[in-house]
Nanobody, 127 residues
Framework: QVQLVESGGGLVQAGGSLRLSCAAS????????MGWFRQAPGKEREFVAAISRSGINTYYADSMKGRFTISRDNAKNTVYLQMNSLKPEDTAVYYC????????????????????WGQGTQVTVSS
């Protein structure tokens, strides 16, 4: 089993920045890509970004490119999401997830490929 705990969410004004963290524990050696998803009230879950096990390959939803950056520190079993130029429409609960099996990064937006999910952290962007 793998446990994921997100942190770093909060309230920020439009144009501001936040850095989310996701700390993994348990059998982390058995996991591969890690991803971030988000879900706003009344909306479906939305893919944000993903990063390969090595950290070399990343993949972003088109609307996040240029504003969000995903990274990971395998020594700390932690993945990060740096979010800049935040907009009110970025308001959502942000979840991290990881997979037990490898997959092509171009498929990283498929939530069903991930086996473990965190509880989420709330990000609220005020206008």
């Amino acid at each position: 089993q793998v446990q994921l705990v997100e942190s770093g969410g909060g309230l920020v004004q439009a144009g501001g920045s936040l850095r989310l963290s996701c700390a993994a524990s348990g059998r982390t050696s058995s996991t591969y890509a890690m991803g971030w998803f988000r879900q706003a009230p009344g909306k479906e879950r939305e893919f944000v970004a993903a990063i390969s096990r090595s950290g070399i390959n990343t993949y972003y939803a088109d609307s996040m490119k240029g504003r969000f950056t995903i990274s990971r520190d395998n020594a700390k079993n932690t993945v990060y999401l740096q979010m800049n130029s935040l907009k009110p429409e970025d308001t959502a609960v942000y979840y991290c997830a990881t997979a037990k099996t490898p997959f092509l990064m171009t498929r990283a937006g498929t939530g069903g490929l991930y086996d473990y999910w965190g509880q989420g952290t709330q990000v609220t962007v005020s206008s």
